[in-house]
């Protein structure tokens, strides 16, 4: 079965960082495209990064790229998302997801993608 579980999100201030996790089960992250997004409270939930498969390339949605560092440890089966400098609006439950494939991910959005982690909360407040 196809799985993945996302893991270190918490509370931090305004400035900090966070490592967050997502682990899969079931398949080699290689071989699919990994998103990050957020979901605040009442909104729909958005993209914020990606690995695509294969080569590996990754990409950021504007609010974040030059704070947030997403990476692929094939050994580990893991793909992380390094957040630095967080800011208040960055308070989100953060989920990955997997799509199989793709040699890009730039385009993609949450209905394109087929697997989901259950979420991790993601608080920044002073």
């Known amino acids: 079965q196809v799985q993945l579980v996302e893991s270190g999100g918490g509370l931090v201030q305004p400035g900090g960082s966070l490592r967050l996790s997502c682990s899969a089960s079931?398949?080699?992250?290689?071989?699919?495209?990994i998103g990050w997004f957020l979901q605040a409270p009442g909104k729909e939930r958005e993209w914020v990064s990606c690995?695509?498969?294969?080569?590996?390339?990754?990409y950021y949605t504007d609010s974040v790229a030059g704070r947030f560092t997403i990476s692929r440890n094939s050994a580990e089966n893991t793909v992380h998302l390094q957040m630095d400098s967080l800011k208040p609006e960055d308070t989100a439950v953060y989920y990955c997801?997997?799509?199989?494939?793709?040699?890009?991910?730039?385009?993609?959005?949450?209905?394109?993608?087929?697997?989901w982690g259950q979420g991790t909360q993601v608080t920044v407040s002073s």
């Open positions: 997801a997997a799509l199989r494939g793709r040699s890009w991910c730039f385009d993609l959005g949450a209905p394109q993608y087929d697997y």
């Open positions: 079931g398949f080699p992250v290689e071989d699919y495209t």
């Open positions: 690995v695509a498969s294969s080569a590996g390339s990754t």
